[in-house]
Protein backbone atom coordinates (compact mmCIF):
# COMPACT_ATOMS: atom_id res chain seq x y z
CA UNK A 1 0.00 0.00 0.00
CA UNK A 2 1.41 3.35 -0.75
CA UNK A 3 1.98 6.47 1.65
CA UNK A 4 -0.45 8.42 1.91
CA UNK A 5 -0.41 12.04 1.01
CA UNK A 6 -2.05 14.95 2.92
CA UNK A 7 -4.02 17.83 1.79
CA UNK A 8 -1.46 20.49 3.54
CA UNK A 9 1.25 18.96 1.79
CA UNK A 10 0.05 19.04 -1.70
CA UNK A 11 1.21 22.25 -3.65
CA UNK A 12 -0.43 23.13 -7.06
CA UNK A 13 1.83 22.66 -10.02
CA UNK A 14 3.18 19.63 -8.48
CA UNK A 15 4.14 16.61 -10.76
CA UNK A 16 3.65 13.57 -10.28
CA UNK A 17 6.29 10.77 -11.00
CA UNK A 18 4.98 8.58 -14.29
CA UNK A 19 4.49 5.08 -13.85
CA UNK A 20 4.37 2.22 -16.40
CA UNK A 21 1.27 -0.46 -16.44
CA UNK A 22 1.76 -3.50 -18.91
CA UNK A 23 -0.96 -4.54 -20.95
CA UNK A 24 -1.16 -7.77 -22.49
CA UNK A 25 -3.94 -10.16 -24.23
CA UNK A 26 -4.05 -11.57 -21.51
CA UNK A 27 -5.10 -8.62 -19.66
CA UNK A 28 -7.64 -7.93 -22.32
CA UNK A 29 -9.15 -11.35 -21.61
CA UNK A 30 -9.20 -10.83 -17.86
CA UNK A 31 -10.73 -7.84 -18.08
CA UNK A 32 -13.21 -8.86 -20.97
CA UNK A 33 -14.48 -11.33 -18.08
CA UNK A 34 -14.16 -9.19 -15.02
CA UNK A 35 -16.38 -6.24 -16.51
CA UNK A 36 -18.47 -8.38 -19.07
CA UNK A 37 -17.39 -5.93 -22.19
CA UNK A 38 -16.74 -9.18 -24.79
CA UNK A 39 -16.85 -6.76 -27.83
CA UNK A 40 -14.50 -9.02 -30.26
CA UNK A 41 -12.25 -5.72 -31.01
CA UNK A 42 -10.61 -6.72 -27.26
CA UNK A 43 -9.71 -10.50 -28.04
CA UNK A 44 -9.99 -11.10 -31.85
CA UNK A 45 -7.87 -10.21 -33.88
CA UNK A 46 -9.62 -11.29 -36.78
CA UNK A 47 -12.63 -9.24 -36.80
CA UNK A 48 -10.99 -6.56 -34.95
CA UNK A 49 -9.11 -6.22 -38.57
CA UNK A 50 -12.26 -6.69 -40.22
CA UNK A 51 -13.71 -3.64 -38.86
CA UNK A 52 -10.72 -1.67 -39.68
CA UNK A 53 -8.39 -2.00 -36.46
CA UNK A 54 -4.61 -2.20 -36.28
CA UNK A 55 -5.05 -5.14 -34.27
CA UNK A 56 -6.64 -6.11 -30.97
CA UNK A 57 -6.98 -3.01 -28.61
CA UNK A 58 -7.45 -2.03 -25.29
CA UNK A 59 -10.97 -1.40 -23.74
CA UNK A 60 -10.83 2.43 -23.21
CA UNK A 61 -12.22 1.59 -19.49
CA UNK A 62 -8.85 -1.07 -18.69
CA UNK A 63 -6.83 2.11 -19.63
CA UNK A 64 -9.07 4.37 -17.56
CA UNK A 65 -8.57 2.01 -14.77
CA UNK A 66 -5.02 2.36 -14.64
CA UNK A 67 -5.00 6.07 -14.66
CA UNK A 68 -7.22 5.38 -11.69
CA UNK A 69 -4.91 2.90 -10.12
CA UNK A 70 -2.25 6.16 -10.67
CA UNK A 71 -4.46 8.54 -8.83
CA UNK A 72 -5.22 5.75 -6.05
CA UNK A 73 -1.72 4.83 -5.30
CA UNK A 74 -0.23 8.81 -5.21
CA UNK A 75 -3.59 9.13 -2.99
CA UNK A 76 -2.91 7.01 -0.35
CA UNK A 77 -5.71 4.64 1.23
CA UNK A 78 -7.10 6.86 3.11
CA UNK A 79 -8.03 9.09 0.40
CA UNK A 80 -11.26 9.10 -1.83
CA UNK A 81 -12.06 10.10 -5.26
CA UNK A 82 -14.88 11.84 -6.29
CA UNK A 83 -14.67 12.49 -9.77
CA UNK A 84 -12.98 10.70 -12.01
CA UNK A 85 -13.10 11.87 -16.09
CA UNK A 86 -11.24 10.83 -19.51
CA UNK A 87 -11.51 11.40 -23.23
CA UNK A 88 -10.04 8.22 -25.10
CA UNK A 89 -7.89 9.64 -27.93
CA UNK A 90 -5.82 7.05 -29.14
CA UNK A 91 -6.21 3.05 -29.48
CA UNK A 92 -3.79 1.34 -27.35
CA UNK A 93 -3.03 -1.76 -29.69
CA UNK A 94 -1.62 -4.51 -27.63
CA UNK A 95 -0.01 -7.61 -30.15
CA UNK A 96 0.17 -11.24 -29.82
CA UNK A 97 3.03 -11.37 -28.19
CA UNK A 98 4.95 -12.06 -24.78
CA UNK A 99 5.39 -7.89 -24.18
CA UNK A 100 2.06 -6.76 -25.08
CA UNK A 101 1.82 -2.75 -24.82
CA UNK A 102 2.41 -0.34 -21.94
CA UNK A 103 0.55 2.74 -20.57
CA UNK A 104 2.44 5.11 -19.00
CA UNK A 105 0.32 7.52 -16.89
CA UNK A 106 1.75 11.07 -15.00
CA UNK A 107 -0.44 13.32 -13.10
CA UNK A 108 -0.09 17.22 -11.77
CA UNK A 109 -1.69 19.13 -9.42
CA UNK A 110 -3.96 21.50 -10.89
CA UNK A 111 -5.83 22.59 -7.74
CA UNK A 112 -6.54 22.49 -4.00
CA UNK A 113 -10.45 22.92 -3.40
CA UNK A 114 -12.19 23.44 -0.25
CA UNK A 115 -13.42 20.32 1.65
CA UNK A 116 -9.64 18.88 1.32
CA UNK A 117 -10.04 18.18 -2.64
CA UNK A 118 -7.54 18.11 -4.85
CA UNK A 119 -7.62 18.26 -8.53
CA UNK A 120 -5.35 16.10 -10.52
CA UNK A 121 -4.86 16.08 -14.45
CA UNK A 122 -3.66 13.27 -15.87
CA UNK A 123 -1.69 12.13 -18.97
CA UNK A 124 -1.48 8.59 -20.32
CA UNK A 125 0.59 7.63 -23.35
CA UNK A 126 1.40 4.19 -25.07
CA UNK A 127 3.51 3.67 -28.14
CA UNK A 128 4.34 7.36 -28.30
CA UNK A 129 0.43 8.63 -28.65
CA UNK A 130 -1.62 10.10 -26.07
CA UNK A 131 -4.33 7.57 -25.52
CA UNK A 132 -6.06 9.99 -23.24
CA UNK A 133 -6.97 13.68 -22.99
CA UNK A 134 -8.86 16.09 -20.54
CA UNK A 135 -8.35 13.24 -18.16
CA UNK A 136 -8.87 14.60 -14.77
CA UNK A 137 -9.22 13.49 -11.48
CA UNK A 138 -10.27 14.87 -7.98
CA UNK A 139 -9.55 13.18 -4.81
CA UNK A 140 -10.21 13.90 -0.91
CA UNK A 141 -7.42 13.80 0.87
CA UNK A 142 -6.83 13.95 4.76
CA UNK B 1 -28.02 0.79 -40.60
CA UNK B 2 -27.90 4.36 -38.73
CA UNK B 3 -28.07 5.13 -35.50
CA UNK B 4 -32.10 5.98 -34.48
CA UNK B 5 -32.18 9.98 -33.74
CA UNK B 6 -35.20 9.42 -31.85
CA UNK B 7 -33.80 7.44 -28.83
CA UNK B 8 -32.06 10.59 -27.75
CA UNK B 9 -33.47 11.95 -24.49
CA UNK B 10 -34.86 8.40 -23.50
CA UNK B 11 -34.72 7.63 -20.25
CA UNK B 12 -34.06 3.48 -20.02
CA UNK B 13 -36.06 1.16 -17.34
CA UNK B 14 -34.13 0.85 -13.70
CA UNK B 15 -32.06 -2.16 -13.96
CA UNK B 16 -32.70 -5.28 -12.10
CA UNK B 17 -30.89 -4.99 -8.40
CA UNK B 18 -26.83 -6.38 -8.79
CA UNK B 19 -25.58 -7.04 -5.49
CA UNK B 20 -21.66 -6.21 -5.46
CA UNK B 21 -19.80 -9.46 -3.55
CA UNK B 22 -16.23 -9.27 -2.49
CA UNK B 23 -15.35 -11.74 -4.66
CA UNK B 24 -16.34 -9.50 -7.96
CA UNK B 25 -14.46 -6.63 -6.55
CA UNK B 26 -11.09 -8.92 -5.90
CA UNK B 27 -11.79 -10.19 -9.33
CA UNK B 28 -12.28 -6.66 -11.15
CA UNK B 29 -9.18 -5.53 -9.52
CA UNK B 30 -6.90 -8.62 -10.32
CA UNK B 31 -8.07 -7.87 -14.13
CA UNK B 32 -7.15 -4.24 -13.75
CA UNK B 33 -3.75 -5.47 -12.46
CA UNK B 34 -4.14 -3.66 -9.29
CA UNK B 35 -2.58 -5.22 -6.28
CA UNK B 36 -4.70 -2.49 -3.63
CA UNK B 37 -5.72 -4.07 -0.51
CA UNK B 38 -8.63 -1.80 -0.08
CA UNK B 39 -10.03 -3.84 -3.11
CA UNK B 40 -9.33 -7.13 -1.18
CA UNK B 41 -9.10 -6.63 2.63
CA UNK B 42 -11.80 -6.12 4.79
CA UNK B 43 -9.62 -5.18 7.77
CA UNK B 44 -7.87 -2.62 5.72
CA UNK B 45 -10.48 -1.25 4.15
CA UNK B 46 -12.48 -0.55 7.75
CA UNK B 47 -9.07 1.10 9.05
CA UNK B 48 -9.42 3.28 6.06
CA UNK B 49 -13.29 4.38 6.84
CA UNK B 50 -15.00 2.42 5.04
CA UNK B 51 -17.25 -0.33 6.34
CA UNK B 52 -16.43 -3.53 4.13
CA UNK B 53 -13.83 -3.28 1.41
CA UNK B 54 -14.51 -0.59 -1.79
CA UNK B 55 -14.28 -1.25 -5.03
CA UNK B 56 -11.71 0.43 -7.78
CA UNK B 57 -12.94 4.00 -9.08
CA UNK B 58 -13.44 2.46 -12.42
CA UNK B 59 -15.78 -0.69 -11.63
CA UNK B 60 -18.56 1.40 -11.15
CA UNK B 61 -18.71 1.01 -15.12
CA UNK B 62 -20.04 -2.87 -14.88
CA UNK B 63 -22.92 -1.31 -12.84
CA UNK B 64 -23.43 1.19 -15.80
CA UNK B 65 -22.74 -0.51 -18.34
CA UNK B 66 -24.83 -4.00 -17.74
CA UNK B 67 -27.99 -1.21 -17.44
CA UNK B 68 -26.73 0.51 -20.96
CA UNK B 69 -26.29 -2.69 -22.29
CA UNK B 70 -29.97 -2.86 -22.66
CA UNK B 71 -30.29 0.29 -24.34
CA UNK B 72 -27.84 -0.59 -26.59
CA UNK B 73 -28.58 -3.27 -27.59
CA UNK B 74 -32.17 -1.65 -28.10
CA UNK B 75 -32.97 -2.93 -31.75
CA UNK B 76 -34.57 0.23 -32.54
CA UNK B 77 -31.53 2.27 -31.63
CA UNK B 78 -29.22 0.53 -34.36
CA UNK B 79 -26.23 0.61 -32.79
CA UNK B 80 -23.33 -1.37 -34.82
CA UNK B 81 -21.43 -2.46 -31.29
CA UNK B 82 -18.53 -4.25 -33.71
CA UNK B 83 -18.01 -0.23 -34.76
CA UNK B 84 -18.51 0.94 -31.32
CA UNK B 85 -15.26 2.92 -29.62
CA UNK B 86 -15.25 4.53 -26.41
CA UNK B 87 -15.08 8.17 -26.44
CA UNK B 88 -15.61 9.65 -23.22
CA UNK B 89 -16.23 8.77 -19.40
CA UNK B 90 -16.87 10.24 -16.36
CA UNK B 91 -17.61 9.54 -12.70
CA UNK B 92 -19.16 11.55 -10.09
CA UNK B 93 -18.87 9.71 -6.81
CA UNK B 94 -20.95 10.13 -3.85
CA UNK B 95 -18.84 7.27 -1.93
CA UNK B 96 -17.27 4.49 -2.93
CA UNK B 97 -19.11 1.36 -4.17
CA UNK B 98 -18.56 -0.97 -1.25
CA UNK B 99 -19.00 -4.65 -1.05
CA UNK B 100 -22.13 -5.53 -0.22
CA UNK B 101 -24.10 -2.40 -1.89
CA UNK B 102 -27.44 -3.61 -3.70
CA UNK B 103 -26.90 -1.41 -6.85
CA UNK B 104 -29.69 0.03 -9.36
CA UNK B 105 -28.64 1.73 -12.71
CA UNK B 106 -31.16 3.98 -14.86
CA UNK B 107 -29.44 5.12 -18.22
CA UNK B 108 -30.73 7.93 -20.09
CA UNK B 109 -29.80 8.62 -23.44
CA UNK B 110 -28.94 12.50 -23.32
CA UNK B 111 -27.59 12.98 -26.36
CA UNK B 112 -26.78 11.62 -30.11
CA UNK B 113 -24.86 13.85 -32.75
CA UNK B 114 -22.30 13.61 -35.74
CA UNK B 115 -18.75 13.66 -35.59
CA UNK B 116 -17.78 13.78 -38.93
CA UNK B 117 -18.92 9.91 -40.85
CA UNK B 118 -18.58 9.04 -36.82
CA UNK B 119 -22.02 9.22 -34.57
CA UNK B 120 -21.59 10.16 -30.70
CA UNK B 121 -23.87 8.70 -28.18
CA UNK B 122 -23.98 9.68 -25.07
CA UNK B 123 -25.78 7.83 -21.94
CA UNK B 124 -26.12 8.97 -18.38
CA UNK B 125 -26.49 6.83 -15.89
CA UNK B 126 -27.25 7.31 -12.18
CA UNK B 127 -26.00 4.06 -9.77
CA UNK B 128 -28.75 4.23 -6.72
CA UNK B 129 -28.54 1.60 -4.06
CA UNK B 130 -32.30 0.32 -3.70
CA UNK B 131 -32.73 2.32 -0.49
CA UNK B 132 -32.31 4.72 -3.25
CA UNK B 133 -29.20 6.67 -2.66
CA UNK B 134 -27.02 8.12 -5.24
CA UNK B 135 -23.70 6.42 -5.34
CA UNK B 136 -22.73 7.59 -8.46
CA UNK B 137 -23.28 8.83 -11.55
CA UNK B 138 -21.49 7.68 -14.64
CA UNK B 139 -21.41 9.77 -18.15
CA UNK B 140 -20.00 8.02 -21.30
CA UNK B 141 -20.09 8.67 -24.48
CA UNK B 142 -19.73 5.54 -27.25
CA UNK B 143 -18.61 6.59 -30.72
CA UNK B 144 -19.94 4.24 -33.54
CA UNK B 145 -17.18 4.55 -35.92
CA UNK B 146 -18.40 5.34 -39.91
CA UNK B 147 -18.17 2.80 -42.90
CA UNK B 148 -15.11 4.31 -45.09
CA UNK B 149 -12.59 4.71 -42.32
Known amino acids: ?142 | MAVNRDYAGRTFPVSEPYEVSRVKIAEFATAIGDPNPLYRDKAAAQAAGHPDVIAPPTFAIVISMASSAVAMGDPGLGLNYAMVVHGEQRFEYARPIVAGDVLTAQPTITEIRDAGRNVMLTTSTQIRTVEGELVCTAVGTLVERGVGQ
Not at chain 1, 3 to 22: I, M, N, R
Not at chain 1, 106 to 112: E, I, L, N, W
Not at chain 1, 123 to 136: C, E, F, I, M, P
Request: aromatic content about 8%; hydrophobic content about 45%; overall charge negative.
Open chain 1, 1 to 142: MSEQVTYDEVEVGAELPEVSYPVTRLSLVKYCGASGDFNFIHWNERIAKLVGLPDVIAHGMFTMAQAGRYVTDWAGPQAVVTEFGVRFSAMVVVPDDDKGATIEVSGRVTDKLAGNLVGLALTARSAGDKVLTRATAVVRLP
